[in-house]
């Protein structure tokens, strides 16, 4: 009661003004958090649900651009057909010959069906010698179709010296000058001189049935700003979108736009500008078709890409509708924050609303305050008395009179019950004592076994990593010896070689000290280059090379430097040279690679590789394989090398991974920053 007192008690009415802001706060507090939460699931469920809408439309406006490409296509086709069944050609055809007559009439219905090219080719394939232009069209799948009797309309894409003898005019209007794109897959061409062309052949025969010649005729898609505002407007008709929105139409060879109503920023069309790369691996390298955002160019669309196949069934471009993204997105942060304007007015009415309601409740609560200042006063006697509430309030201000009957008979109890708590306090108190003493030993042993196990494992690791150096000093004073016989004055290259390990071994050992005390050692850093650090470390396992029969493959992919101590790295490197010799005893090829590590188009550092061609690793052994003191049954192992390896790498945040070798073996990559993050 004193403390509930001490809470409540205020000399200027604080107390009511407290007690009526915490029941406001009870009274709102769910709604102030229910609200939210349903406001923003609501946020995210109707955003995703009115996204996947939107991508349900320019799903369906894909299929309508489709089959509008595909009544084109087969409009060409009949046109085509139509022309090499017509009775004017047969007329034309039959003796005497009037080629004049023919060519004028090829060139007035090549007009007529607004055509780019429409040739009369002889059963070969070929144009006839006398008004041959242009090479043979034999070896298209299209026209070799119509040389077998069968008509047939393609995508196939011409490359700029047959658009060129077709007509010079095609070769001009084919060329595309490529702009630089953003997100778009790096090309180091300067232009696209290639051209979309979509084309049909049909067999000519003469009144006996016999194959004359093939009829083929066809529309070049670069730049050709008819059909794609024609497919813009059939997929987009006027006023359609809503919101302001506009819709877009291209036609892509490749990953390059020859035909779009897409704009730049100078307001000219974006022809010559590439599609992005994510847009690239699923469409033209996966097959896929794509409906989802994308950026276009130089803002966001609802996007749908569907690949183009040729006549031989290869990815040759693509068709794509989209609408701009920006109206939809300004649409929903509207209806957004006019649902946060009805939850303000809905918060502001449920406030007014309580306050009103809660002042049933304060009046209760102030008698029982008041009660317990009287009481705290030195007035035993005082009492809530009756009140007017019926409900819970009521309940609890007549239980508390009860209690407060029944306060003066037990205190002498709580008296006599204090005094024994205190005495069982002490005595818990003196047992506690006891208890963290013990406790304290015990963490001291914990810690000293601790520290026990590093310095051990650290000391093994020491004598593990001395013996690559001592096998080199071994090595090259027994090609000494074998090289000179009693020669044996002339050692200096020899004799300097050996010191140079020495002090290789020196830096190992302060290497791995800086394991255990890093605070007290300063590691100094350069640039390292991945080509001349793998020679250096060739240099020093050579000897190791000679006796094993083993050959070196380099694959030297980067020019980028890690910044890392170079000797810590050489070892890391020659560790695991050594390893890989000694997994291949009967003879093998040892592949050093360096490459780039990008991670989200973001230079990150450089991949360094060390692969064998020997029996490899199991997958049982893998997980443990960076683990201290294990070995899988290697003669002479102390299970270290891998482990210090990793911990040297890392103090560069980097890291080492492992897998199977493209020739078969094993593979370990070494993964270094360009810079350290720390």
């Known amino acids: 009661m004193h403390g509930l007192g001490l809470r409540l008690n205020d000399a200027d009415g604080a107390p009511r003004r407290s007690i009526r802001r915490r029941l406001l706060a009870l009274a709102l507090l769910p709604l102030g958090c229910v609200l939210p939460l349903l406001l923003a699931a609501l946020a995210q469920w109707g955003g995703a649900y009115f996204d996947r809408l939107l991508v349900t439309k320019v799903g369906a406006d894909l299929v309508v651009a489709d089959s509008y490409y595909d009544r084109v296509a087969a409009g060409i086709g009949a046109s085509v057909d139509g022309l090499a069944g017509s009775a004017r050609l047969a007329a034309l055809l039959a003796p005497p010959a009037r080629d004049g007559e023919l060519h004028d009439w090829l060139n007035a219905e090549?007009?007529?069906?607004?055509?780019?090219?429409?040739?009369?080719?002889?059963?070969?394939?070929?144009?006839?010698?006398?008004?041959?232009?242009?090479?043979?069209?034999?070896?298209?799948?299209?026209?070799?179709?119509?040389?077998?009797?069968?008509?047939?309309?393609?995508?196939?894409?011409?490359?700029?010296?047959?658009?060129?003898?077709?007509?010079?005019?095609?070769?001009?209007?084919?060329?595309?000058?490529?702009?630089?794109?953003?997100?778009?897959?790096?090309?180091?061409?300067?232009?696209?001189?290639?051209?979309?062309?979509?084309?049909?052949?049909?067999?000519?025969?003469d009144r006996r049935g016999r194959l004359v010649g093939v009829l083929a005729g066809g529309v070049l898609l670069n730049r050709n700003l008819e059909f794609v505002d024609r497919l813009n407007a059939i997929v987009y008709p006027e006023a359609t979108l809503p919101l302001g929105s506009a819709g877009t139409a291209t036609l892509f060879l490749g990953d390059v736009r020859i035909a779009t109503n897409v704009r730049l920023f100078e307001g000219g069309r974006a022809i010559g500008t590439r599609v992005s790369q994510a847009v690239h691996k699923a469409v033209?390298?996966?097959?896929?078709?794509?409906?989802?955002?994308?950026?276009?160019?130089?803002?966001?669309?609802?996007?749908?890409?569907r690949p183009l196949q040729d006549s031989r069934g290869e990815r040759v471009g693509m068709l794509y509708v989209g609408f701009l993204d920006g109206p939809f997105a300004t649409a929903k942060r509207q209806a957004l924050f006019a649902v946060l304007l009805l939850f303000g007015l809905a918060m502001a009415a449920a406030g007014i609303f309580a306050v009103f309601w809660a002042r049933r409740v304060f009046r209760p609560i102030e008698r029982m305050h008041a009660t317990m200042h009287a009481i705290e006063s030195g007035q035993p006697a005082a009492r809530v008395g009756p009140v007017d509430s019926a409900d819970e309030i009521g309940e609890l201000a007549a239980h508390f009179d009860r209690l407060l009957e029944r306060q003066q008979a037990q205190a002498a109890d709580l008296q006599r019950w204090g005094e024994s708590l205190d005495h069982e306090v002490g005595r818990r108190t003196a047992e506690l004592q006891r208890a963290l003493a013990d406790l304290r030993a015990t963490q001291g042993k914990l810690v000293m076994n601790e520290k026990l196990a590093a310095i051990g494992q650290l000391t093994a690791g020491v004598a593990h990593e001395i013996n690559n150096p001592i096998a080199v000093i071994q090595g090259n004073l027994e090609l000494a010896r074998e090289l000179l016989g009693e020669r044996a004055g002339d050692v200096e290259p020899e004799l300097r070689l050996s010191l140079e390990q020495v002090q290789r071994?020196?830096?190992?050992?302060?290497?791995?000290?800086?394991?255990?005390?890093?605070?007290?050692?300063?590691?100094?850093?350069?640039?390292?280059?991945?080509?001349?650090?793998?020679?250096?470390?060739?240099?020093?396992?050579?000897?190791?090379?000679?006796?094993?029969?083993?050959?070196?493959?380099?694959?030297?992919?980067?020019?980028?430097?890690?910044?890392?101590?170079?000797?810590?790295?050489?070892?890391?490197?020659?560790?695991?040279?050594?390893?890989?010799?000694?997994?291949?005893?009967?003879?093998?090829?040892?592949?050093?690679?360096?490459?780039?590590?990008?991670?989200?188009?973001?230079?990150?550092?450089?991949?360094?590789?060390v692969a064998d061609t020997g029996p490899g690793i199991p997958p049982a052994d893998r997980e443990r394989l960076f683990e201290p003191f294990f070995t899988a049954n290697k003669p002479g192992g102390h299970g270290l090398g891998l482990w210090v390896s990793r911990s040297l790498v890392e103090r560069y945040d980097g890291r080492i991974s492992i897998d199977d070798a493209p020739g078969g073996g094993a593979r370990f990559i070494v993964w270094l920053r360009c810079e350290p993050l720390g």
């Open 505 to 609: 071994i020196r830096l190992i050992v302060a290497k791995l000290l800086q394991f255990a005390r890093p605070q007290e050692y300063v590691g100094y850093l350069e640039p390292v280059a991945p080509g001349p650090l793998l020679q250096d470390c060739l240099l020093l396992v050579g000897h190791l090379l000679k006796k094993g029969n083993i050959a070196i493959e380099q694959h030297i992919d980067t020019t980028r430097s890690a910044s890392c101590n170079k000797n810590e790295v050489q070892q890391v490197i020659i560790n695991l040279m050594v390893n890989a010799i000694q997994a291949m005893p009967d003879g093998g090829v040892l592949t050093l690679a360096a490459a780039d590590w990008d991670e989200a188009d973001m230079p990150i550092g450089l991949k360094l590789s």
């Open 110 to 205: 090549r007009l007529r069906l607004k055509l780019d090219f429409l040739h009369l080719l002889g059963p070969d394939g070929c144009l006839p010698a006398a008004r041959r232009t242009a090479p043979c069209f034999a070896g298209w799948p299209v026209v070799d179709a119509a040389r077998g009797g069968r008509s047939r309309t393609d995508n196939d894409v011409f490359p700029a010296e047959l658009l060129a003898a077709i007509d010079p005019a095609l070769a001009r209007q084919a060329a595309i000058p490529l702009l630089p794109t953003r997100n778009a897959t790096p090309d180091a061409r300067q232009s696209e001189t290639r051209g979309l062309v979509l084309h049909s052949a049909a067999p000519v025969h």
């Open 284 to 305: 033209l390298e996966r097959g896929e078709t794509w409906r989802d955002r994308a950026f276009v160019v130089s803002d966001w669309y609802f996007s749908a890409y």
